[in-house]
């Protein structure tokens, strides 16, 4: 039976290939294991589960990190990216994020449109 | 061509029957019209709207309120009770709250699973 | 030239009689100096300044505290009551409490109006 | 009767000139109506409503984006900015400011005190 | 070498007997492995880490979750609790949560002391 | 007896020399006496109270801004630099604020990571 950090560690490399080692380069000598804890809780123990598909994972992060505000973009970009991939249409995301005026304020939900522009235009390069 | 306040009505009584009656009734005499606001605003022109499931808008807004902490608990519960109208089972929404451990913490997913389960009690009474 | 700590005790003792010897009964064995900190910071350095009427730094606080979201509601309620014996009328502060939809989101709003209402409840008894 | 998208419109077009067509422009291909929406609900359904004067309401939505923190730092600027059309002195803008110090903590004060620095600043050049 | 959960593990019997067991049995039927979840990443991977010692953990927690607001107030009374069985004294804590008055408001750091107060009177009990 | 100006005067030029003079420079035309408020209450009535030692008040300030989020970067990286000068180590400070992932979310974590990083980088300039 895999454990929970090897499930993570197959679903993060395809996901976000590279994404340990680098984490483990730029933290692993001020916290060391912490990239293995982000594979093993965030991939292994959240993503990879059963129960909900990584396209429906994908959507609900993406409301959230746009109603919690504008500080997580970097992560809010990633995520977009990566429900792209998952599949969801831009048109989904887009939406997704809109609705978010109802819960974290208009100008979250624009300025996750904009993060999301962000991320529909490096697709075009 | 139906209008957004038609539109939001016509789903609000669907799915909140009663709703803008009520709110009518708590808040028209301090703030007028702010029923019709919500109705054509939160629902003609957002969970009405095409280009993403209703079944899809209930995850997010799990997903965001689960986030944004526990103050929006009675709201959380409304939207739980919606999703599962909509088609999300017990399983699917548990896991979106879960997840939610990762963007809004610990603290604010356990509280979320609280809500739904006071939510999913209700369903068996 | 009356310092700070005068002048803040002066005016809490207008808007909250006692809540100077409240708050030092309650917390000064924990926290002690406390409640003169409040009354200092708080009346004396915020609240009785002059620039900005009493009048408008209470709804600005109602505005904030409602779109900061329904933990701080027992503040929110002091704020209210304070606004209305300032001079703010029942409609204003439900006006402005209602406009935080667009910032804090329509359940911190909806909670707000809440909040105001159960003050307002208390001012006919 | 003029409905609050027209209600909303004309007040748009005063405060932000050509702000709907720019929205429509930059987001209208992904989340359709979008525009027209925050003209309706946040013009036309709340800065436009009776029962609080437009100066009231600047002041209330600077509290508040203030208090929530640098996150929101363009639309504060937008509604500083609103908010000295709409009446309001430099010093009133700045008293409120920072008054949050007491709500949304010092350094979202602060922030909040260098987003208006900004715009002042604009206003002399 | 133990791993993470082990070590989480024992930690967790150790701070919160039955923990474990109680997070299975109340969400496990929705939620599979999620109190091995926390075993590991809360305990294992965080509480149970070098580098750190717990009675600091515990005082960072408590400054953050004051700061954060009182939605977190059971987790915080948690948290208060293993402080002083960390060694923490009631005045330090006291402080702590005082001091987040500058960085969440004076709102969340009142309501923080209310919940230190209540875990406070529990261990005369 | 000194009084909380002069303990937080001496405190704030150990701390932060100049401090008192650029805030005054910055915004005392705007905000008269806010200088003075901060020196009072922050220092005086807050960091150079006993009961918690100063490299613990650093402790808490650092987990709270990083589970605040990043909008409160810039006052992050004073405080990290802050609690190095007070004693605490790199390692402390970093697995402080990895610990808030349980909190503020992962992204709020690796963000705080970042400022630190940041922040000891210059210490080797």
Known sequence: MTNTTDKGRALSETLNPGMEAALEARYGHLVPGMAEGI?????G????????PLRDRYL???????????QTKPQLKVNIAGGRKAGLTQQEIAEMIWQ?????????????LNAA???FEEETE
Chains 1, 2, 3, 4, 5, 6 share one sequence.
Not at 45 to 52: D, F, I, M
Request: aromatic share 12%; hydrophobic share 50%; proline share 2%.
């Open 100 to 112: 978010m005026a109802l819960y974290g304020g208009f100008p979250a939900a624009i300025n996750g």
């Open 60 to 70: 609900g992060t993406i409301a959230a990190l746009t109603a919690l505000g504008g």
């Open 117 to 119: 522009l962000e991320v």
């Open 45 to 52: 123990r959240q993503y990879a589960r059963e129960g909900l």
């Open 39 to 43: 594979v093993d809780f965030a991939y």
